[in-house]
């Protein structure tokens, strides 16, 4: 049967092609990956000894609102009772109070 020859010799040359292909394919992906990861480091190298990006500053202190709490001069204090915070607190504004400092003022 020479079609059925055809047939295997057509089959068996695309699976040599097809597994060779994985191969090369698999190849250039890791060659990628080592070009990313070479030129990744040398340009992370190059700001590294560029210098060191300056600190931001913080923000001001925030005013406080009309018949407001305003906020303590040291950051231990809690701005309600102005001694040393006890059981610090954090409220959703993201100031620290005295748990029952805040607890009393949100009563009220």
């Given at each position: ?71 303590p001069m040291s950051r231990e204090e809690c701005a309600i009772c102005n001694r ?25």
């Open positions: 049967n020479p079609l059925r020859a055809l047939a295997r010799l057509i089959f068996s040359g695309w699976n040599g092609i097809n597994d060779n292909f994985k191969m090369c394919l698999l190849g250039l992906v890791v060659f990628v990956k080592l070009a990313d990861w070479w030129y990744s480091t040398e340009s992370s190298a190059e700001s590294a000894t560029a210098g060191a990006v300056p600190a931001i500053p913080p923000p001001s202190r925030p005013l406080p609102a009309e018949g407001g709490i305003p906020a040393t915070r006890t059981n610090p607190t954090a409220a959703t504004s993201g100031y620290v109070y005295c748990y029952p400092c805040i607890f009393r003022h949100v009563q009220d």
